[in-house]
């Protein structure tokens, strides 16, 4: 059996939805019958087992893994909804210099021994938690908003990953179609076009998410419904299916009609 | 919750004024609003006649500049002072509309480990001499950024929005600001309709667990995300009902306003018809 894909979500500027990107694609990947760990590269700050609801389940963390304090099978809480999906979460009262890069890169090889996916839910910033978490990764997928500062942080991140040879995708996430539509927001072309990077999917903003997000429920749990179909599409594109984009906020009816018959 | 009496020491220089007050503005979590917040409030404060610099502690990956409009016009950057390269002078911008707001920028192409923490809380000593507020804008996350960005600073706001993941962040920063702060707390992007719903945590449910001083409410507005992609302080918009949150946020820190902060409510059928509340 081949290793797992080891793939780091990280963004740069911190609240555009690494962790909820990390849990969805997740859950997405497990319910097309891939095995998946979710690592919390987030230490001090985890928020991974809230957003899968297996925060009341965690006994031991990544840093005791690390440390010896336990077995790296012992630290996998499995989630109750879909047994091929498991977490490693971060510690929550130590810092991020409890672990180097190399024994992060250590702990996610024998991780991928384990399953087909290894998602590691990077921090914000690009400090000591950041060069972990990207240390025991062989690709990234780069989680954006369409704001500036966003698209700035992606990019000083992109540059940072392409100075490894990394290869990067980007998920466009919270993107408000009526504002794309009114000029007010970046369109996917415009993100695209500044940050140079494979589009891997692009996520509405949903208000649905704040409260499967709060409830600990992923969204993408929910099949039948608009994001479960979205995280589904992006996790067949990681699996190398040609699924064609959602087109959001690109001139209406109209437009549509005009570009058609041209 | 300890405030600040003891902070006037005798004063020792020839010039009578109060040092200014340096206030950081942290999460935790990243994307809540930090920066949002620290552009609108000091914008709120200079216009109110405050002097104020704002400092973005964002080493690598600032935009305090963009959000403020004023990236094009940044030449120097904190550590280029802290270094000595120029003087604090020379990397200060000056804000488009209002002439007594500051921007000291951070720098984009270094690393938080390049600042040394003692030099930057000197640094932000230094600008309250000359300041009357000195906001420092912390960049997400609990490392040495972090660090850096509370070592100046004797008051913290702490911004939250209304999750359980950015209540439980802002719970753990509180702690590490220690007791020798005060720290107080703004709520962002708060949805009421989402509240009423019980799809979102209410101002009552966030702060029943952080349990500090309530700053001021802000309720999720597109028009925050239009401003901060132009450049434009939605504080400066007097029309704006976010704005006029911000504003009273600054008069609550200057202490001109004592009421208490009022929750966003959602918007009646009329204002909703004549946009009025939007």
Do not use: W
């Not at chain 2, 923490?117 to 000359?130: K, Q």
């Not at chain 2, 912390?138 to 509370?150: L, Q, S």
């Not at chain 2, 995300?225 to 007097?238: F, K, M, Q, Y």
Request: net charge negative.
């Amino acid at each position: 059996m081949s290793a797992a894909r080891r793939i780091v979500l990280t963004s740069g500027k911190g609240g555009v939805g690494k962790t909820t990107t990390t849990a969805n694609l997740g859950a997405a990947l497990a319910l097309r019958g891939k095995r998946v760990v979710l690592v919390d590269a987030d230490i001090g700050l985890r928020n991974l087992d809230l957003v899968l609801g297996v925060e009341k389940r965690i006994v031991f963390d990544l840093v005791e893994v690390v440390e010896g304090r336990c077995q790296l099978r012992q630290a996998l809480i499995k989630d109750k909804r879909l047994e091929n999906l498991l977490v490693l979460p971060a510690a929550q009262t130590r810092d991020k210099t409890a672990i180097g890069e190399l024994q992060m890169a250590e702990v996610t090889a024998q991780l991928a021994e384990l399953c087909d996916y290894v998602l590691i839910d990077c921090p914000a910033g690009i400090e000591h938690g950041f060069r972990n978490a990207v240390a025991g990764a062989s690709e990234a997928i780069i989680v954006t908003t369409p704001e500036v500062s966003s698209i700035r942080d992606a990019d000083r991140v992109i540059g940072k990953l392409r100075e490894r040879g990394m290869p990067v995708r980007l998920v466009i996430n919270r993107l408000r179609p009526e504002m794309v539509r009114s000029g007010d927001m970046l369109s996917v072309d415009d993100v695209t076009d500044i940050l140079s990077a494979e589009l891997l999917g692009i996520v509405p903003d949903d208000e649905e998410v704040i409260d499967t997000t709060n409830r600990g429920e992923p969204v993408a749990l929910q099949t039948e419904s608009r994001l479960g179909a979205i995280y589904d599409k992006i996790a067949r594109r990681l699996e190398g299916d040609v699924v064609a984009f959602t087109q959001f906020g690109t001139p209406g009816f109209f437009g549509r009609l005009f570009r058609k018959a041209g | 919750m300890h405030e600040m009496v003891h902070e006037e020491a005798p004063a020792q220089s020839a010039v009578p004024r109060e040092r200014g007050r340096a206030i950081v503005v942290t999460s935790g979590k990243g994307g809540v609003g930090k920066t949002t917040t620290t552009a609108n409030v000091g914008a709120a404060l200079a216009a109110g006649g405050a002097s104020v610099v704002l400092v973005d502690a964002d080493v690598g990956l600032r935009n305090l500049d963009i959000v403020l409009g004023l990236e094009a016009r940044v030449r120097h950057h904190v550590l280029d002072v802290l270094e000595n390269k120029v003087t604090l002078d020379d990397a200060l911008v000056t804000d488009k509309r209002v002439p007594s707001l500051r921007l000291l920028a951070a720098a984009q192409t270094r690393e938080k480990d390049d600042v040394d923490t003692v030099a930057f809380r000197d640094l932000i000593s230094s600008l309250r001499d000359r300041f009357d507020y000195v906001l420092i804008d912390c960049p997400a996350g609990i490392e040495k950024g972090f660090v850096n960005a509370i070592a100046g600073a004797d008051e913290a706001i702490v911004v939250c929005t209304p999750e359980v993941s950015a209540v439980r962040d802002a719970d753990r920063v509180v702690g590490l600001l220690g007791d020798n702060r005060s720290i107080k707390l703004i709520i962002n992007r708060l949805r009421p309709a989402l509240v009423r719903k019980g799809k979102m945590l209410s101002v009552d449910d966030v702060n029943g667990i952080l349990r500090l001083s309530l700053l001021g409410v802000v309720a999720e507005a597109p028009d925050v995300i239009v401003s901060t992609n132009r450049g434009e302080p939605v504080a400066l918009d007097a029309a704006s009902p976010v704005g006029e949150a911000y504003r009273q946020i600054a008069q609550r820190i200057s202490g001109t306003l004592t009421a208490p902060p009022e929750v966003p409510r959602e918007p009646t059928f009329f204002e909703k018809l004549f946009g009025s509340a939007k």
